[in-house]
């Protein structure tokens, strides 16, 4: 971790376990628009915490949760692209059931995706 001196930055989140609380990120204006300084080493975790932070004050909508492997891109309302990146099947948990725009397939729980597959959804919620 980097020990900061905030001059402009104001802190967003602390970095715990050391003798004095120490800014773990910071947010600056830059121009029109805002820099964020990430000041410890990078974790799955605490980016999730980032982009939460960013989604919300963007107004953003996040994504579907996915298992890991799997990526998800809305790609208008209730369509959803789902890509496999690895080699196993992988089963992608969705709430409410589903339509293939690729065939005729329709989907309930699950969507079950091959090594490397691509799908295509119309949720039906």
Do not use: W
């Not at 960013?54 to 998800?72: F, M, N, Q, R, T």
């Amino acid at each position: 971790y980097e020990i900061l001196e905030l001059l402009t930055a104001q802190k967003v989140c602390d970095l715990t376990g050391t003798n004095e609380p120490m800014p773990a990120l910071t947010v600056n204006q830059y121009g029109k628009g805002k820099a964020y300084y990430v000041a410890v080493p990078a974790e799955q975790t605490f980016f999730g915490y980032i982009l939460d932070i960013l989604c919300e004050e963007l107004s953003i909508e996040k994504p579907p949760a996915v298992p890991d492997g799997i990526a998800v891109r809305k790609i208008s309302e209730d369509v959803y692209l789902y890509v496999n990146t690895i080699g196993n099947e992988i089963k992608i948990p969705i709430a409410s059931p589903a339509k293939s725009l690729f065939g005729n397939g329709c989907y309930k729980g699950v969507i079950p995706l091959s090594g490397y597959e691509v799908e295509i959804v119309h949720t039906m919620d």
